[in-house]
């Protein structure tokens, strides 16, 4: 038991890292609470990024685990199928309108599926180039990564290796009628390449914590509409209530022709990510070629299910409005702080974007101080609780973002 920490730096890589890396040994968590082998409790602004929104160690996710490891824990995906996933890909596709449902064990692998299915139904037409915004994140794959911010996605480490697709400038939070020209002038100039244009709906996650005008992601559907392009909304971060809307798409009212989901999808749960398309992408394209060992996972795909019913009991809207106010009110005092370029909230989205690289260590040693766990990044103290946290808890949360931003 002790020795979790000596095994951990003597042999395991953890994302983003060096090895031996400097990490917290975890002994259990409950609710909003990740709790140390120390003894200390922590409030988890973080979601375990962006997935357990129902918080942890749930009853009802935990009795549909149990209750499926008990029937079935896997078979294979390739010429059987079970009650979990098809049960779950309905369920999938009356919440998106999007019909048919590919099941990929990760959201990198449902990004290099989207973008697998976007190539194989441009091909025809020589269409084999995607186009995004600068800023991106969608994944670490060679794939996604090569749709990622070039800078934040550390291209350069990996050039000649990446496919070199078409940037956009970052898209800003206001409507900018230069903005919407940029690209309508960008997708027109590479039409006849462009497979499919990606993007995540509304924010950025990973490649910045930034916010942009809906009016942008209406423009690109009515570009890719009128090139034949298509347009694939990586919701892997924005899916399931967190911007305050189900999916980042509502905010501007429109439907890709192929999404990603991911991340909340099993509540936190287990890896499990989809693809989703239209019905004429899936009859374009035909054959698809990919299939992963654990495809369809019936443990996984159970779960999800689990949590989608749990998401549509729970009163996410308003926990996520009351989120969005508590974040806004508790934030607020850092605005002004000399270190604190910009404070930001969208949804159960809480951001303060410092002038400097922040110590990610100091950050945490301040938040851990006030019982609150935060994983910084770059210029970035942010938080996206679960949305079963309690005002004071919330409190708490903020207290521990301003006062790490005081500190620097
Ligand atoms: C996290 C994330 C991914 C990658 O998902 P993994 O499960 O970490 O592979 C892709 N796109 C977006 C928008 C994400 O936030």
Redesign the pocket.
């Known amino acids: 038991m002790t020795d979790v920490a000596s095994w951990d730096r003597e042999h395991v890589w953890h994302p983003y890292a060096a090895t031996p890396a400097d990490v917290h040994v975890v002994t259990g968590a409950k609710d909003v609470r990740i709790t140390l082998q120390d003894g200390r409790e922590l409030i988890d602004g973080m979601s375990s990024?962006?997935a357990a929104i129902h918080g942890y160690n749930h009853p009802l996710l935990n009795q549909a685990l149990t209750d499926q490891v008990g029937t079935m824990a896997h078979v294979m995906f390739g010429g059987l199928t079970h009650e979990p996933a098809a049960r779950l890909a309905r369920t999938l596709a009356d919440l998106t309108g999007l019909p048919k449902v590919f099941f990929a064990d990760?959201?990198?692998?449902?990004?290099e599926v989207a973008i697998k299915m976007a190539l194989q139904y441009g091909r025809p037409r020589g269409r084999r180039r995607l186009m995004t915004v600068k800023g991106?994140?969608?994944?670490?794959?060679f794939g996604?990564m090569a749709v990622c911010d070039p800078v934040n996605g550390m291209h350069h480490l990996f050039t000649g290796a990446l496919p070199v697709h078409v940037f956009a400038s970052l898209p800003p939070r206001e409507l900018s009628d230069a903005y919407l020209d940029e690209l309508t002038v960008t997708v027109g100039a590479h039409a006849r390449e462009l497979a499919a244009i990606i993007v995540?709906p509304v924010v950025q996650?990973?490649g910045g914590m930034r916010f942009y005008h809906p009016a942008y992601l209406r423009r690109l559907r009515e570009l890719a509409d009128e090139h034949d392009i298509l347009l694939i909304a990586?919701?892997?971060?924005?899916g399931f209530g967190r911007t305050g809307e189900l999916l980042g798409c509502d905010h501007a009212g429109i439907r890709p022709d192929i999404m990603?989901l991911?991340?909340a999808l099993t509540g936190g749960y287990l890896?499990l990510?989809a693809t989703l398309c239209t019905e004429r992408v899936a009859e374009g394209i035909g054959v698809l070629m990919h299939g992963p060992t654990f495809m369809g996972n019936p443990l996984a795909t159970a779960v999800a299910q689990a949590s989608l019913d749990l998401l549509a009991a729970r009163p996410w809207r308003e926990e996520v409005r009351g989120i969005e106010a508590g974040l806004t009110e508790g934030l607020a005092e850092a605005a002004g702080l000399a270190a604190v370029k910009e404070v930001r909230v969208l949804g159960a989205i809480g951001v303060i974007e410092t002038r400097e690289p922040v110590d990610v260590r100091r950050v945490q040693d301040v938040a851990m101080a006030r019982g609150v766990w935060l994983r910084p990044f770059n210029r970035l103290i942010y938080a996206m609780p679960p949305y079963s946290i309690t005002p004071g808890d919330l409190a708490a949360v903020t207290g521990a973002m301003v006062a790490a931003a005081q500190a620097l």
């Open positions: 990024w962006w990760s959201g990198s692998v449902s990004v991106g994140y969608h994944g670490d794959t996604a995540e996650g990973a990586d919701e892997i971060a924005t990603c991911g991340k890896s990510a």
